[in-house]
């Protein structure tokens, strides 16, 4: 069934939503529709609501290493897809890594993120390059003593198996799109379905996921709710959505970037739908700039913050704000501040995740 804007009642959904009675996909679409300002806060109001209900006014911090541009894949969207030959390639160091996440964690963040592209050397030759990975996951969690998650794309069971072991605690790996089609055209030559299910089987280990789509990339609003249903059903602990920014060097180099609107209604719909789920604001779309819109429509973790002088890029802004210091913990606090919110105690955070580990055993 196609569904188009329709006129319903706004104030209606919002009072279903602060009920927490489920939203149907006609009334997810009709919000994502909405372009009236007085109804877009209406909206807004309504995400913060529940965000209080379940965070109170804190936030959580998330640190990003992006420690191997190197990857193996061509998806359309990415500064980083193999064939770019404009992008920026690196490989970090152990120490490095280790340095940078220490740094990380000192600047007060509440979760590492380490993330990489499907780098052929940690692929090839059985995994074997993924050993010494292993290593510096455990010396980070030794010299941070903070949650890690990690972002390596799609790989095998056994080695999710040795990430656990290790003591990683949450494992992400975004679909970008449920529209299968679309999906084929974004992620060329990836399955669909394994993807989805390394999600499961991670979950089925104990890991916290996280799942996310990006938007601009030819996505419906129809897409969009058929997503959220999706994310429901895979119970992810975490859910995003980030505006697709065009890179040089890739096919998709000439398409424009959507109206910011478009993810911040996303945002706050996600909110209505997933109250009680961490919902992030990347640093990586707009920078600090783009900060307070997002948690004013109900986001509550600051990601992508990544420190300056240490030569670790951001993915959809590789450079943006990094070495003006503005992606750190310190650039994010005024405008959390200005927004009545505070960041979080790490005793929170790891009491959260607790939790929620917790709930997925039963
Ligand atoms: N290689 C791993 C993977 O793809 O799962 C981890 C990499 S993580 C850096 C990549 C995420 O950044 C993508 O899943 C996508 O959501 C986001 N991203 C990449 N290129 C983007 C772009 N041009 N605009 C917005 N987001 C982008
Ligand atoms: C972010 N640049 O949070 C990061 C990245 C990967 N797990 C996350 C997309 O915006
Ligand atoms: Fe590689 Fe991830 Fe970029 Fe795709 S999104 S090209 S898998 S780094």
Redesign the pocket.
Known sequence: MAYTCKTLVLDEILEKADKEIPLSKEEIVFLLCLSDKKEIKKVNETACKLRKRYFGNKIFFYGFV?FSTY?K?D?A????RKSNTKTIRYRKKAEEIVETAKRLADSGVHLLDL????DPVFFSDDYKGFEGLLDIIRSVKDKTGLPVMI????VPEELLRKFKEAGVDWY???Q?THNKKLYEKMRLYQSYELRLLRKKTAQKMGFLIEE?I?TGIGDTSEDVANSFEIMKDLNADQV?V??????KG?P?DGWSTPTRLRELLIIAAMRLVFPDRLIPASL??DGLKGLRDRLLAGANVVTSIIPPRAGFAG??QSSLDIEEGNRTVNGALPVLKNCGLIPADKIDYISWIRKRQEQNRI
Do not use: I, K
């Not at 969207?77 to 980083?80: K, N, P, S, T, V």
């Not at 980030?242 to 890179?247: A, K, L, N």
């Open positions: 992006y990857c894949n998806c969207f990415c500064f980083y993330t990489m592209g499907e972002s390596p794309g799609v992400a790996c975004y970008e996310g990006l995003r980030m505006s697709f920014v065009p890179q890739t998709m990586d779309v993915v959809s």
